[in-house]
């Protein structure tokens, strides 16, 4: 019997695992991270923006979208913010972004596979979006200095990590006094049957595991986040559930240039 993977192989695993489904986006597919059914019944993709969100994302973005929400219908970004995307993919939630911090904010991605970030960037390029920066590297090791963003976002990504502590711990540093997230994952019930929780995540795309509610928040508090709100949104079936996650960091934000 084969040993089990470690964190490095697993998570190896999965960057060619969506560096593949960049390659179909890229090729004029429409890439599939989850069974089909879970697009309908869990509103993955970008079925879960309306029709206002994505006039102006290309439709490349858009059919690449493989998240399980929309972290922006509670993000509340602001003209002149700083927002970071954990897990990018094709960049669909940064051009987002973008638009809505405006000429004078920032929207950076950040992905681990360099063929998602191709895509990324060849979407920011057909956007026209001049305030946005695609960067490579893991969730659990954010490549920008402490304090350096106003708000996190993540789109059904923090599920595949591994180490989801450290996954939060980095955005917490990231963030400056008064930041906040706004993640959309997937949450599991209580008490599920482990059998039946991971045929459940199998058929989601969760590849590395769920976390409960209680969980998520539990983690949330340990690296120091208050304001804690877990919403679950969309029934995915086998006692999953999209969610939305909303916290913020301590501390009042500085105040910004210009303001009185």
Same mark, same amino acid.
């Given at each position: 019997?084969?040993?089990?993977?470690?964190?490095?192989?697993?998570?190896?695993?999965?960057?060619?695992?969506?560096?593949?489904? /960049? *390659?179909? /986006?890229?090729?004029?597919?429409? #890439?599939?991270?989850?069974? /089909?059914?879970?697009?309908?019944?869990?509103?993955?993709?970008?079925?879960?923006?309306?029709?206002?969100?994505?006039?102006?994302?290309?439709?490349?973005?858009?059919?690449?979208?493989?998240?399980? &929400?929309?972290?922006?219908?509670?993000?509340?970004?602001?003209?002149?913010?700083?927002?970071?995307?954990?897990?990018?993919?094709?960049?669909?939630?940064?051009?987002?972004?973008?638009?809505? $911090?405006?000429?004078?904010?920032?929207?950076?991605?950040? !992905?681990?596979?360099?063929?998602?970030?191709?895509?990324?960037?060849?979407?920011?390029?057909?956007? &026209?979006?001049?305030?946005?920066?695609?960067?490579?590297?893991?969730?659990?090791?954010?490549? =920008? #200095?402490?304090?350096?963003?106003?708000?996190?976002?993540?789109?059904?990504?923090?599920? =595949?990590?591994? !180490?989801?502590?450290?996954?939060?711990?980095?955005?917490?540093? $990231? =963030?400056?006094?008064? &930041?906040?997230?706004?993640?959309?994952?997937?949450?599991?019930?209580?008490?599920?049957?482990?059998?039946?929780?991971?045929?459940?995540? *199998?058929? $989601?795309?969760? /590849?590395?595991?769920?976390?409960?509610?209680?969980?998520?928040?539990?983690?949330?508090?340990?690296?120091?986040?208050?304001?804690?709100?877990?919403?679950?949104?969309?029934?995915?079936?086998?006692? =999953?559930?999209?969610?939305?996650?909303?916290?913020?960091?301590?501390?009042?934000?500085?105040?910004?240039?210009?303001?009185?």
């Amino acid at each position: 019997m084969s040993e089990p993977a470690g964190p490095a192989a697993t998570r190896e695993a999965t960057v060619r695992r969506y560096s593949h489904l /960049a *390659q179909v /986006a890229a090729a004029g597919g429409t #890439p599939l991270d989850c069974e /089909a059914n879970a697009l309908t019944d869990g509103c993955f993709g970008a079925a879960a923006y309306t029709e206002g969100d994505t006039p102006t994302v290309p439709e490349a973005a858009s059919r690449a979208s493989l998240g399980c &929400g929309n972290p922006l219908a509670v993000a509340d970004l602001r003209p002149g913010e700083t927002v970071l995307d954990l897990g990018s993919g094709g960049g669909m939630d940064v051009l987002l972004s973008a638009r809505r $911090v405006g000429p004078t904010g920032h929207a950076y991605g950040l !992905d681990g596979s360099h063929d998602m970030l191709a895509l990324a960037r060849a979407n920011a390029a057909q956007a &026209g979006a001049s305030n946005v920066e695609f960067l490579h590297g893991h969730i659990e090791a954010i490549p =920008l #200095p402490a304090a350096a963003v106003d708000i996190v976002i993540s789109n059904c990504v923090i599920n =595949l990590s591994t !180490d989801k502590t450290a996954v939060l711990a980095e955005a917490f540093r $990231v =963030l400056r006094r008064g &930041g906040r997230v706004g993640i959309s994952d997937v949450i599991a019930d209580d008490g599920l049957d482990p059998a039946a929780r991971a045929a459940a995540e *199998q058929r $989601v795309g969760c /590849a590395n595991g769920t976390l409960t509610a209680g969980e998520y928040e539990q983690l949330l508090r340990t690296v120091g986040f208050t304001g804690i709100h877990i919403m679950p949104t969309t029934d995915a079936g086998g006692g =999953l559930h999209s969610a939305i996650v909303q916290a913020t960091k301590p501390g009042t934000a500085p105040a910004s240039p210009g303001s009185i």
